[in-house]
């Protein structure tokens, strides 16, 4: 592959490291972004490693996207019991779900459960966001600007904030005459709303809009659904959770854990090695009858192994979909328009419950943005093409400026001051060295970042991976006496391309999507995929042989402690 700009303009006249490094003494051997549960448990392994270490996090909670997520109907789309940290089996085993898919409430309650049970709280400063990160190639070490006016020091930075927590809200003509109220679900109010009898508009139909549509439908006197695209939704079937299931999986804790960490996804149920091509079109059709019934991940990961492979098998899934919908949905024109015609599985599956049923009320009416457009706000609500829409609320449903997004809105700087903005080309051109850090940037490193599993698998189990790798690798690095660490740069264009090879073997590339940050007006789209599509198992074993490699990826070279001219 050959090399960027970026790449040969910072290339050139680079001397090599070497061994001859000075350093003042950081605060604080790591500064942590972010107290999501990727900062709780960064925080948590590298203490226990013996670093010392400060977060900080801009909320006034802990908890991450679950903090600022707050809105009507939300709830994580992984089952608990495996949305969970398994590598205690004391916190595991302490820690109570109550129904299949957490609400927020409880999401919240287990990152305050996590950070507590943990002892990592007084690590972690709130209120406090970094602006920027810039590497002192005569010190080596991270210095840290935070919106406080504060400046700290760290050998290590690790950014643990998280690939959905920049928030993308569209901008509409004249929104400032709104004479309501505008709301965007990823930044929500924390005193609860009152819809009640009230007109609402939604703009979005993905996770976050397919859930707050079902939650608002039953309360509000008016909804009007803004869609821009048809999405496939198949239910995810929320229930309580049986003692009896509970009390299985905690007294077979070793069994779950190896399940997860052996499973194409890291949780059960979200593998299969048939293919679609093995049934007939009745079998089929009682397969995906039955992962409908079932609900969760079942649809879209248990029935077939070449849904995002292959054009002809996606198309049986894609079809029984728009069936059910035509089925489900009483009016012919709203079904119509409720049909998506993307190929299945290449944007993020939704699961929620009587989302298309929802559309059978006769407060609720859909808008096809495709065929009636916005040509603006007014201060009574919203007009498009067709019609003049009156609303007490406007809601963007509309997601994240996803994968580099935060990173990008932090000035982080890497060697010869490389901003990481330049250093991907504004996002053209992502590279890691195994989705965990980057050449150029010494000693920072990304949990759940770009070209990790990141939200293409249970989230919870990433994270483990991902950091205990980190620690593993700081810990290592410690023993040799060499904590200056670097991935080399044949480690990351390696690891880049294998991403963007893996993901040519998939559907996903013949799709806009947010994970091409086709959901950001202007955004670049990449040329290299900022996701590993090879599941959750294959991740961990190429992490275990890096390992087991002795961390080639990594220069490693001491630092030692330079002595003051005045002393």
Aim: hydrophobic share 35%; net charge negative.
């Amino acid at each position: 592959m050959a090399t960027t700009p970026a790449q040969r303009r910072h290339d050139q006249g680079k001397s090599e490291m070497t061994n001859d490094c000075t350093s003042t003494t950081p605060d604080y051997d790591a500064i942590v972004v972010g107290a999501g549960l990727s900062g709780i448990y960064a925080v948590h392994r590298l203490q226990q490693r013996g670093f010392t270490v400060r977060a900080f996090e801009r909320g006034s909670g802990v908890g991450g996207t679950w903090f600022w997520n707050r809105y009507p109907g939300l709830q994580c789309d992984t089952e608990t019991l495996s949305y969970s940290f398994t590598f205690s089996d004391e916190l595991y085993r302490g820690w109570n779900w109550s129904r299949r898919f957490a609400p927020q409430s409880e999401l919240m309650a287990y990152a305050n459960y996590m950070t507590d049970a943990l002892g990592v709280r007084d690590a972690i400063q709130l209120n406090t966001a970094v602006l920027g990160a810039h590497f002192d190639d005569d010190a080596n070490l991270w210095r840290v600007d935070l919106d406080t006016g504060q400046s700290v020091t760290g050998r290590y930075f690790v950014a643990a904030s998280g690939p959905l927590s920049t928030t993308n809200s569209p901008t509409i003509a004249g929104l400032d005459t709104f004479e309501g109220t505008v709301l965007h679900t990823a930044q929500w109010p924390f005193e609860p709303v009152d819809f009640t009898g009230k007109k609402v508009g939604v703009v979005g139909t993905g996770s976050s809009g397919a859930q707050l549509i079902t939650a608002l439908a039953g309360t509000v006197d008016k909804l009007v659904v803004f869609q821009r695209t048809p999405q496939y939704v198949t239910p995810a079937q929320q229930r309580p959770l049986g003692e009896e299931e509970v009390r299985e999986r905690k007294d077979n804790l070793d069994d779950l854990r190896a399940l997860m960490r052996s499973s194409s996804h890291g949780a059960p149920g979200t593998g299969t090695d048939r293919s679609a091509f093995d049934d007939t079109p009745e079998e089929r059709d009682r397969v995906f009858q039955a992962a409908w019934e079932f609900g969760a991940q079942a649809f879209a990961l248990a029935t077939y192994n070449d849904l995002t492979s292959n054009e002809e098998a996606n198309g049986f899934a894609a079809d029984f979909v728009r069936r059910k919908i035509a089925e489900i949905v009483d009016d012919p024109e709203t079904a119509r328009k409720l049909m998506p015609t993307y190929l299945f599985g290449t944007k993020r599956p939704i699961k929620v419950d009587d989302y298309y049923e929802t559309f059978n009320r006769p407060n609720v009416q859909l808008v096809a943005l495709r065929e009636e457009p916005f040509v603006s706000a007014t201060t009574t609500g919203i007009r498009t093409t067709a019609a003049d829409y009156d609303l007490d609320y406007l809601i963007f449903a509309t997601g994240f400026d996803a994968m580099t997004g935060t990173l990008f809105e932090m000035d982080i700087r890497g060697r010869d001051g490389l901003t990481l903005r330049d250093k991907w080309e504004n996002g053209v051109y992502v590279r890691t060295a195994l989705g965990v850090a980057m050449h150029e940037f010494p000693n920072m490193f990304l949990v759940q970042g770009p070209q990790s599993t990141t939200i293409m698998n249970n989230y919870t189990l990433g994270i483990e991976i991902n950091m205990d790798f980190i620690a593993g690798l700081l810990e290592r690095a410690r023993a040799e006496g060499n904590e200056l660490i670097e991935a080399t740069a044949q480690s990351e264009v390696e690891w880049a391309e294998l991403c963007q090879t893996l993901a040519e073997r998939t559907l996903l590339l013949k799709t806009e999507s947010w994970w091409t940050g086709a959901n950001i007006a202007g955004k670049p789209r990449p040329k290299l995929f900022q996701s590993y599509t090879g599941g959750l198992k294959q991740y961990r074993l190429a992490l275990e042989r890096a390992q087991a490699d002795g961390y080639r990826e990594f220069e490693r070279t001491p630092v030692q402690t330079a002595v003051l001219a005045d002393a």
